[in-house]
Each structure stands twice: as structure tokens, then as C-alpha cells.
């Protein structure tokens, strides 16, 4: 029998090898967002906010964030030089069920395709999974969304169905595409993020040798 409620996740830091996951700050990553995101309007097609009209939109959208239980959102800083280059929310949190979404992700172009990419999401899921003792860790996104979607197969997590007319964003109706890692899998899941992001599978270039979808099927 299951015992009581999962702790409630916290304002903490995670550090990694390329990236650092901690508590989003609108003061030390404002100017890093804002400069990563400028121009890419693209980046906000599928999120809950943005684009923005300027930057005084941009800061109060920020402040709210930061001052948000649930969604919790966090900042996503490179190592190398302490700038923020995306950010994540850990979101409709159920303690008494341990349950858990990842969402809100925006990764500017700087992070997308990079080692820190998929280090945030594993340090995230870690924390999930090992610190607070969640049973089920979900994904969602748009169904039209098909990079969120590649990257929550690419990621170990389930694809379980469609939910349809399932949110109205930006005036737009939503079908939604529902993904699940449970904590029965995630040792399997750890050990397979861990190869994938060791200094030995990436060449002089920082190119990978083996992809994470190709861990998969050892």
C-alpha cells in the first residue's frame, strides 16, 4: 500500500556538466531570455504565452512565473558562462496521487539541439523520480506540435492518446498529445540518459557517437 503524499517540489537548484536547472529569477535571467528569444517568434507557437510586443510585457510575464506555485518554473543556465538559455515548469502538481507534468519548455536556439538540452531534462526527471518520490511523470503538447512530440518519444517517455478539443490556446482549439514515464521505468531511463550524456560519447567536436534513440535499443 502506498503511504502518503509526495513532497511538493521546491525552489531548488540541480546542477549538471553543461547545464544548471534553479529557481527562475526575472533580475538574473530577464536579459538572457529576452535577447535568446528575440526574433524567433516561432518559439512561442505552441506555448501558453508570448510572442511579446516588448520588453515590458516580456518582465511582468516573467514576474508572474516567478512568483508561481504551480506551475513552478525554473531557469535553464549554461555552465559556461551563468546565462539563461531556456526555461521549464514542473506543473499540475498531485502529491497525493505522485503525479507530475514537465511543461512550459522553451529552449532558445542557443540550448536547442545541445547536450544541456537533453541534460535538463534528465536532471529534472531525476529529481522527480529519485528526491521526491513521484509514481508518474507526464508530458503533454500540441498533437500539431511534432518536435515536442519527437523529443517525448527521443526522451523515454509513452505516447498514451489524444485528448481532442482538449484546450482552447490563443484562440485556437487544442487537441492534446498525452505522454507518461513511470517510476518503474526510470532506472532503465536513468541508466540509458547517463550513457548518452558520458564525456566519452561525444567526439573533440561535442558531436554525439551514439544517439539516445539509439541507446534505446541496446
Not at 532558445?108 to 539541439?113: A, I
Request: glycine content about 8%; charged content about 25%.
Amino acid at each position: 500500500m502506498l503511504s502518503g503524499p509526495a513532497p511538493r517540489p521546491s525552489r531548488i537548484a540541480l546542477t549538471g556538466q553543461s547545464v544548471d536547472i534553479v529557481p527562475l529569477d526575472p533580475g538574473r535571467h530577464g536579459d538572457a531570455l529576452f535577447d535568446g528569444t528575440k526574433g524567433h517568434d516561432a518559439l512561442w507557437t505552441y506555448l501558453f504565452d508570448g510572442p511579446f510586443a516588448n520588453r515590458a510585457a516580456f518582465d511582468a510575464s516573467m514576474q508572474k512565473m516567478a512568483a508561481s506555485q504551480d506551475p513552478l518554473y525554473y531557469g535553464i543556465v549554461d555552465r559556461s558562462d551563468g546565462q539563461a538559455v531556456g526555461r521549464a515548469a514542473l506543473m499540475r502538481i498531485e502529491p497525493a496521487h505522485r503525479v507530475i507534468e514537465v511543461g512550459s519548455i522553451l529552449y532558445t536556439p542557443r540550448l536547442q539541439r545541445t547536450r544541456g538540452a537533453t541534460e535538463a531534462m534528465y536532471l529534472m526527471a531525476r529529481y522527480i523520480f529519485e528526491d521526491l518520490g513521484y509514481r508518474r511523470y507526464e508530458w503533454k503538447c500540441n498533437l500539431l506540435n511534432e518536435p515536442s512530440r519527437s523529443a517525448a518519444l527521443r526522451l523515454g517517455f509513452t505516447f498514451e492518446g489524444i485528448f481532442r478539443q482538449h484546450m482552447i490556446i490563443k484562440g485556437k482549439s487544442r487537441d492534446t498529445a498525452w505522454y507518461s514515464m513511470i517510476d518503474a521505468e526510470w532506472p532503465a531511463r536513468k541508466a540509458r540518459f547517463e550513457r548518452w550524456l558520458a564525456p566519452e560519447n561525444f567526439d573533440d567536436g561535442g558531436r554525439q557517437r551514439m544517439s539516445l534513440t539509439g541507446l534505446s535499443a541496446i
